[in-house]
């Protein structure tokens, strides 16, 4: 593992300012977010299902949507109960999504414009609903810290697996990076 789950949450939750408040907020909408998880999960894979190359991605195997859909319901929902207050099976469980799609190759490009589509819908459904900007807000924070888990993992995965194979210190890998960069 790359990256201590629980520390990396903690310095998250720090940086995008997602604070006890929120969490209570969450916590006492934990039955109205498993109410319209289902109805978020249609959206999210209505919209992964329009772009062909994400497309293909969900139809590669049999059953994968339908799992998909019992798994995003989860996901969901989690957000809300925290699971153990946001702690380290929280951390833990982000990390693996994160691993997962970077062995599946889902990247960046595919991942923020769908967390884009969970905002933008949850918004729309907390309007109709008459909830607060509180929740909102909170909402909008985890939804960050979970994107960052699994943007981080496509890093962290990427740079454990050259280091594993060649033997390079991460040293000389960055130095490699920085004059890459450079010249790009
Ligand atoms: C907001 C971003 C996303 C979230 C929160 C999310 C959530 C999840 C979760 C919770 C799992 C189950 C992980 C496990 O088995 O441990 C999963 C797996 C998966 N996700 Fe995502 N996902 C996101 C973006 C995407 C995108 C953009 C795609 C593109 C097609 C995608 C395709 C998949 C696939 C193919 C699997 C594996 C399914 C299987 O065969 O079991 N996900 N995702």
Redesign the pocket.
């Known amino acids: 593992m790359a990256i201590d789950p629980l520390a990396f949450i903690d310095t998250l939750e720090r940086r995008i300012g997602f604070t006890s408040e929120d969490k209570s907020i969450l916590k006492e909408n934990a039955e109205w977010g498993l109410e319209i998880a289902s109805e978020m999960a249609d959206h999210f894979y209505a919209y992964?299902g329009r772009d062909p190359e994400?497309n293909a991605?969900?139809h590669k195997?049999e059953g994968?949507i339908h799992?998909?859909h019992e798994?995003?319901i989860?996901?969901f929902h989690e957000m809300f109960t925290g699971m153990d207050d946001w702690g380290n099976s929280y951390a833990q469980r982000r990390w693996?999504?994160g691993i997962?799609?970077v062995q599946?190759g889902?990247g960046p490009q595919?991942?923020v414009p769908?967390?884009a589509v969970?905002v933008h819908e949850v918004g729309k459904k907390l309007k109709a609903n008459h909830k607060s900007e509180a929740l909102k807000e909170a909402l909008e924070r985890i939804c960050m810290i979970?994107?960052a888990f699994?943007e981080q993992a496509s890093v962290e995965v990427a740079a454990f697996a050259v280091l594993k194979e060649t033997g390079w210190s991460e040293a000389l890998f960055r130095r490699l990076i920085t004059h890459g960069a450079a010249t790009m």
């Open positions: 992964l994400m991605i969900l195997t994968r799992r998909l798994t995003f989860q996901w693996q999504i997962v799609h599946i889902i595919h991942v769908a967390m969970v979970d994107l699994i």
